[in-house]
């Protein structure tokens, strides 16, 4: 069984710039989450996606944006970054629409400067 | 608005120990309470995890205690080992929605020889 696997692990950008981060969802499960976890705090819910749809999102501006695709993967795509957009970036897959446990990936640390 | 609050944000416990992680939560509606444990570099993991309708669970070193009426829970790790050294996150979720995920702060714990 592969786990959640994120690429790239490290990232440096600059302000304005555009950036997406990718998400290999673990084997069997059709439910990718997003998280965004700031330097010493807990990680924020950014949105879900279900077979290749939005189920959900969090209070992040829409310049967050994402996709699912038919494998299940799914890209996180952040436009005009800003400067509190450095963070570690969380993908986690689960199996289903309702609820079920999630399984995070490593992340990856952007860095915007 | 931070739905779940977490106390102490670091701990230093010697080994053996007994180390004692504290969260409050205000959303009612919340039906779910996993704990989260993370080393550096790598996502979340699952802990253990307890539902309202029972006061506490218990796995192995780990304990959680529910108290539904203060709206409070806590993790307790029974004779603490160094391995344990870990940021820890205390969530809720409300299951009857999209799977989001809202977490504590973290605390930081450092078990001590």
């Known amino acids: 069984e592969t786990g959640v696997t994120q690429s790239p692990t490290h990232l440096i950008k600059t302000r304005g710039q555009q950036v997406t981060l990718r998400c290999s969802s673990q084997s069997g499960h059709n439910t990718v989450s997003w998280y965004q976890q700031a330097l010493g705090q807990g990680p924020q819910f950014i949105f879900q996606?279900?077979?290749?749809?939005?189920?959900g999102r969090g209070n992040f501006p829409p310049r967050f944006s994402g996709l699912q695709f038919p494998n299940y993967s799914s890209e996180l795509n952040v436009n005009a970054l800003e400067l509190d957009d450095s963070a570690l970036y969380l993908c986690?897959?689960?199996?289903?629409?309702?609820?079920?446990?999630?399984?995070f990936g490593p992340g990856t640390r952007l860095t915007v400067l | 608005q931070q739905q779940v609050k977490q106390s102490p944000q670091s701990l230093i416990v010697q080994k053996g120990g007994i180390s004692i992680i504290n969260c409050a939560y205000e959303n009612t509606a919340f039906d779910y309470f996993p704990w989260y444990q993370q080393f550096p570099g790598k996502g979340p993991a699952l802990l253990i995890a307890i539902r309202p309708d029972v006061s506490e669970k218990k796995e192995g070193r780990f304990t959680i205690s529910f108290n539904k009426s203060a709206k409070q829970f806590s993790l307790h790790i029974m004779d603490s080992q160094p391995g344990d050294s870990a940021t820890y996150f205390c969530?809720?979720?409300?299951?009857?929605?999209?799977?989001?995920?809202?977490f504590g702060t973290g605390t930081r714990l450092q078990v001590t020889l």
């Open positions: 996606y279900y077979r290749e749809e939005e189920n």
């Open positions: 986690a897959s689960s199996l289903g629409r309702a609820f079920d446990e999630q399984f």
């Open positions: 969530a809720a979720i409300h299951t009857g929605t999209a799977s989001k995920l809202t």
